[in-house]
């Protein structure tokens, strides 16, 4: 029988985890093989349901060892259970920390706004004072509901800045090569966020990225397969959208701006090259 560990969750009303450094962490702690036995709860309260040890989540305890921070965590799994390795040497977890860093910051850090009313209505009742209040503040003090506004213009514009990491993944089925590692489950957590908050899909049905993010939903015997989350493929882009992906034999202008960029172009006369 595999090891349990302990781990504080961060839950929305539906049951099913909103945060992406809590999604990471189940992953990994299922990666080396051990079972999870969820402390669940929501935003109110983090302290005392850790008894005073720390304010966010995730947190484990391992034999009455406490451990805080996804990626703190990660590094004591690996410390502690070597056997498989959610990375291989230093310059893999640098390259783990930039490709995180760059899903968020580069790639799909444009979902947050068009879901942070989303995000709000998900949440447990008691949590729904304290998000408004802490979320409203990350947005420069707007209202959540103006914030989200108007975001079916926005979501097909974040689909071509996912382009670097379809092609990461044309010739490996997973970011760690011929099996997931850290890095799948960091880049992962972000799309399982989405999943447990979107009322609207952020994707199209025919993305690439579909089978990867099915395999790695499906892991650990659908691990991502909460019956609370909410659908990621189904999005319908309208004329004049940007191209979501790069299609084999036709260009690729990705990004905002892309479609103008195209029109700009056959409207001057330019010529293609052959």
């Known amino acids: 029988m595999a090891k349990t560990i302990r781990l504080f969750d961060l839950q929305v009303a539906s049951g099913a985890t909103i945060s992406p450094f ?3 962490t189940k992953y990994a702690l299922r990666h080396k093989g051990l079972d999870i ?3 669940p709860g929501g935003f109110t309260g983090i302290r005392q349901r850790t008894e ?3 304010d966010r989540c995730p947190v484990i305890v391992d034999d009455g060892h406490w451990v805080k921070d996804s990626w703190e965590i990660a590094l004591y799994l690996d410390q502690t259970y070597p056997d498989n390795p959610l990375f291989e040497g230093e310059s893999q977890k ?3 920390r930039f490709i995180d860093d760059w899903t968020w910051r580069t790639a799909i850090g444009g979902w947050f706004g068009c879901y942070i009313q989303d995000y709000l209505d998900a ?3 008691i949590d729904k004072e304290y998000v408004r209040w802490s979320r409203e503040m990350m947005c420069g003090g707007y209202r959540l509901e103006d914030v989200q506004k108007g975001r079916e213009e926005r979501l097909p514009q974040v ?3 996912l382009e670097p990491l379809r092609q990461l993944l044309k010739d490996k089925p ?3 090569g011929d099996a997931p590692n850290y890095a799948d489950y960091c880049v992962l957590s972000s799309f399982l966020w989405c999943a447990s908050i979107a009322t609207t899909p952020p994707m199209t049905e025919d993305d690439p990225l579909r089978d990867w993010l099915d395999r790695g939903f499906d892991l650990y015997g659908g691990l991502g397969r909460h019956p609370g989350m909410r659908p990621l493929f189904g999005l319908k882009l309208k004329e004049g959208d940007p191209e979501p992906f790069h299609k084999p034999g036709s260009p690729f202008l990705g990004g905002a701006g892309s479609a103008a960029v195209r029109a700009r172009m056959q409207g001057s006369g330019a010529r ?3």
């Open 22 to 24: 809590v999604w990471r």
């Open 37 to 39: 036995e969820v402390a």
């Open 52 to 54: 005073g040890f720390h």
């Open 94 to 96: 640098l390259l783990t």
């Open 123 to 125: 949440c447990l009742p």
């Open 159 to 161: 689909l071509p800045q």
């Open 174 to 176: 997973w970011l760690g």
């Open 272 to 274: 293609k090259v052959n």
